[in-house]
């Protein structure tokens, strides 16, 4: 049973930081591309990073300098390390773990980050 479990999120102000992290099991998670994607109310589902397996980098125009995403293959986890947040970034934050030339694609259940002052 595969299982990604996110965690870290809360309330920050703006500028503040958080660090999410996503647990995951069930699945031999370093050949995986792991990804953190937000949705916020009335919008769609976006990407913002992702990591091969190679340990190859991806972000979102919007996050560019500010989030840093990494991964601890030892302990099957993936961090996304947030910085000078802004109100603009509250959404539920999601973990994917893909693996698309097999078409094998998991999700997380979730995790609120909302900025606020």
């Known amino acids: 049973q595969v299982q990604l479990v996110e965690s870290g999120g809360g309330l920050v102000q703006p500028g503040g930081s958080l660090r999410l992290s996503c647990a995951a099991s069930?699945?031999?998670?370093?050949?995986?591309?792991m990804g953190w994607y937000r949705q916020a109310p009335g919008k769609q589902r976006e990407l913002v990073a992702a990591?091969?397996?190679?340990?190859?980098?991806n972000y979102a125009d919007s996050v560019k300098g500010r989030f840093t995403i990494s991964r601890d293959n030892t302990k099957n986890t993936v961090y996304l390390q947030m910085t000078t947040l802004k109100p603009g970034d509250t959404a539920a934050y999601y973990c994917?773990?893909?693996?698309?030339?097999?078409?094998?694609?998991?999700w997380g259940q979730g995790t609120q980050v909302t900025v606020s002052s």
């Open positions: 994917n773990a893909g693996l698309r030339p097999l078409g094998l694609d998991y």
């Open positions: 069930g699945i031999t998670f370093i050949i995986y591309t």
């Open positions: 990591i091969t397996s190679g340990g190859v980098t």
